[in-house]
């Protein structure tokens, strides 16, 4: 069955960098495109960006457009979300998605989820 496993999360000081990983099995990884997004707590999950199948399209809210980024390798099934300048409202458990679409910006496009990694900032 299809796996999405999310790894890479924990406490960070303001300002800190993380890096998130989603480790794709059981579906074929280079057909979807593969999204990230992210629920704080008494918040309702939102978009955090999205990358095409190739890499060659991507989309990010605005709240994280130019600390974040979105990159994938197709040969190791995986997708990575850099977090630079956290802040404390990133605070939040992170997931990963894949959706067949070409991008995809809402969560009722996504085929597959994963469990979540947990990310929290320190001010």
């Known amino acids: 069955q299809v796996q999405l496993v999310e790894s890479g999360g924990g406490l960070v000081q303001d300002g800190g960098s993380l890096r998130l990983s989603c480790a794709a099995s059981?579906?074929?990884?280079?057909?979807?495109?593969m999204g990230w997004f992210r629920q704080a707590p008494g918040k309702e999950r939102e978009i955090v960006g999205t990358?095409?199948?190739?890499?060659?399209?991507?989309f990010y809210a605005d709240s994280v457009k130019g600390r974040f980024t979105i990159s994938r390798e197709n040969a190791k099934n995986t997708v990575y979300l850099q977090m630079n300048g956290l802040k404390a409202e990133d605070t939040a458990v992170y997931y990963c998605?894949?959706?067949?679409?070409?991008?995809?910006?809402?969560?009722?496009?996504?085929?597959?989820w994963g469990q979540g990694t947990q990310v929290t900032v320190s001010s």
């Open positions: 059981g579906l074929t990884f280079s057909s979807y495109s």
């Open positions: 990358l095409t199948r190739t890499g060659g399209g991507s």
């Open positions: 998605a894949a959706a067949r679409a070409y991008i995809a910006t809402r969560e009722s496009e996504y085929d597959y």
